[in-house]
């Protein structure tokens, strides 16, 4: 079963960190584009990074640029998202895609083949 698993969300106080995970089964993240998104009620979802372990490349959101980091773990077929510096506009629901091919820079427009749950992050002020 193909499946991504996100975990490490949280309540945190602005300026602290989480770090999101984003785990594969059924499908290994070798030739994907693995992009984290975020929404909150009532705004359209917003591409936060993408990771291609094919190449290397990474992508990042102006809003989060320097703060946030896209990483994996090979061995666990696993992304992670380590947020630090957190501010009250980060929360919303983080969602973890997967799309065939690598990332470019309209990884947010992309039509991803399989999609995670979400996983709450909530900054306090």
């Known amino acids: 079963e193909v499946q991504l698993v996100e975990s490490g969300g949280g309540l945190v106080q602005a300026g602290g960190s989480l770090r999101l995970s984003c785990s594969a089964s059924?499908?290994?993240?070798?030739?994907?584009?693995i992009a984290w998104f975020r929404q909150v009620p009532g705004k359209e979802r917003e591409g936060v990074s993408c990771?291609?372990?094919?190449?290397?490349?990474?992508y990042y959101a102006d809003s989060v640029k320097g703060r946030f980091t896209i990483s994996s773990d090979n061995a666990k077929n696993t992304v992670y998202l380590q947020m630090n510096s957190l501010k009250p506009e980060d929360t919303a629901v983080y969602s973890c895609?997967?799309?065939?091919?690598?990332?470019?820079?309209?990884?947010?427009?992309?039509?991803?083949?399989?999609w995670g749950q979400g996983t709450q992050v909530t900054v306090s002020s």
């Open positions: 895609a997967a799309d065939y091919g690598p990332c470019d820079s309209d990884y947010e427009r992309l039509e991803y083949d399989y």
């Open positions: 059924g499908f290994t993240f070798d030739d994907y584009a």
């Open positions: 990771f291609s372990r094919s190449d290397g490349s990474t």
